[in-house]
T-cell receptor
Framework: GAVVSQHPSWVICKSGTSVKIECRSL??????MFWYRQFPKQSLMLMAT?????????EQGVEKDKFLINHASLTLSTLTVTSAHPEDSSFYIC??????????FGNGTRLTVT | DAKTTQPPSMDCAEGRAANLPCNHS???????VYWYRQIHSQGPQYIIH???NNETNEMASLIITEDRKSSTLILPHATLRDTAVYYC??????????FGQGTELSVKP
């Protein structure tokens, strides 16, 4: 149980375009999902907390207008990287869990902006 | 959430036990110790967690000292597929998982 699916697993886009990444909890309902970013040879950095039916909470230094998060249902959260630039190229990972249970992670999305 | 300290890297021979230490001297009474690992280019994988008592599951054992200031993750028979970065995190239930640098475990044949 507790499977988190992320789509796409990789994406290449041109500078200035927007990219949407989906995170789904397949066999449970997640009231909270988390979005992380990871640069090469670095640890995961928490970007934001996504709450179903309400606005996301962003960590300090993360631009909310650039990284749009929508948590429209208990099984789906999306992260849209708007007006992507090469410095946004990174590995984006989501996680989800139920109350009092460990968080489980998707397999990540490798974004390359050319 | 309490800060944790782990060695940056460790080696282990295939088939032997891998013992990964973690210090969390400022952990509070209601913070759990969680262990995750990340195999290259994948999302982190949950391994085990505990509060006070030692825990064991199909993946590993977690030994927490009586004063809760440190813990050890034990992989009883390491295989090459256990090569990964292992993260020890202290947090409250429902809290945010904040990752440190972890320990890069290399299992060698």
């Amino acid at each position: 149980g507790a499977v988190v699916s992320q789509h796409p697993s990789w994406v290449i886009c041109k500078s200035g375009t927007s990219v949407k990444i989906e995170c789904r909890s397949l066999d449970f309902q997640a009231t909270t999902m988390f979005w992380y970013r990871q640069f090469p040879k670095q640890s995961l950095m928490l970007m934001a907390t996504s709450n179903e039916g309400s606005k996301a909470t962003y960590e300090q230094g993360v631009e909310k207008d650039k990284f749009l998060i929508n948590h429209a249902s208990l099984t789906l959260s999306t992260l849209t990287v708007t007006s992507a630039h090469p410095e946004d190229s990174s590995f984006y990972i989501c996680s989800a869990g139920m109350r009092e249970s460990p968080l489980h992670f998707g397999n990540g999305t490798r974004l390359t902006v050319t | 959430d309490a800060k944790t300290t782990q060695p940056p890297s460790m080696d282990c021979a295939e088939g032997r036990a891998a013992n990964l230490p973690c210090n969390h001297s400022t952990i509070s009474g209601n913070e759990y110790v969680y262990w995750y690992r990340q195999i290259h280019s994948q999302g982190p994988q949950y391994i085990i967690h505990g509060l006070k008592n030692n825990e064991t599951n199909e993946m590993a054992s977690l030994i927490i000292t009586e004063d809760r200031k440190s813990s050890t993750l034990i992989l009883p028979h390491a295989t090459l597929r256990d090569t990964a970065v292992y993260y020890c995190i202290a947090l409250n239930q429902g809290g945010k998982l904040i990752f440190g640098q972890g320990t890069e475990l290399s299992v060698k044949p």
